[in-house]
């Protein structure tokens, strides 16, 4: 069983920082992949970042430089540092483990968290 619990959520003004959380358990070769996704009410959820615990990473192009995606695998925990935040990142953040094919396609995850809310104001 996979259990992914996110947190770190909440409303900041743009030009701010937050960094969430996504706390894992479960098999390890489903957790080995994990990524960051957010969905918009009404709109696809996207991906942001995938993390391995080969230390490998993997960025949307539309996040670089702003968003960093660590792993401590100690805690279990995976986290999306999110700077800069603009009002277009006000969304729905998710983790999900376990890609089986393109690691920021949501098609690719079958272990998804209940998400945490992220709002951006001006």
């Known amino acids: 069983q996979v259990q992914l619990v996110e947190s770190g959520g909440g409303s900041v003004q743009a030009g701010g920082s937050l960094r969430l959380s996504c706390a894992y358990s479960g098999y390890t070769y489903v957790t080995n992949c994990i990524a960051w996704f957010r969905q918009v009410l009404g709109k696809e959820r996207e991906g942001l970042a995938t993390s391995y615990t080969s230390a490998s990473t993997y960025y949307h192009d539309s996040v670089k430089g702003r968003f960093t995606i660590s792993r401590d695998t100690d805690k279990n925990t995976v986290y999306l540092q999110i700077n800069s935040l603009k009002t277009e990142d006000t969304a729905m953040y998710y983790c999900?483990?376990?890609?089986?094919?393109?690691?920021?396609?949501?098609?690719?995850?079958?272990?998804w968290g209940q998400g945490t809310q992220v709002t951006v104001s001006s």
């Open positions: 999900a483990a376990g890609c089986n094919g393109s690691p920021l396609l949501a098609s690719a995850y079958k272990h």
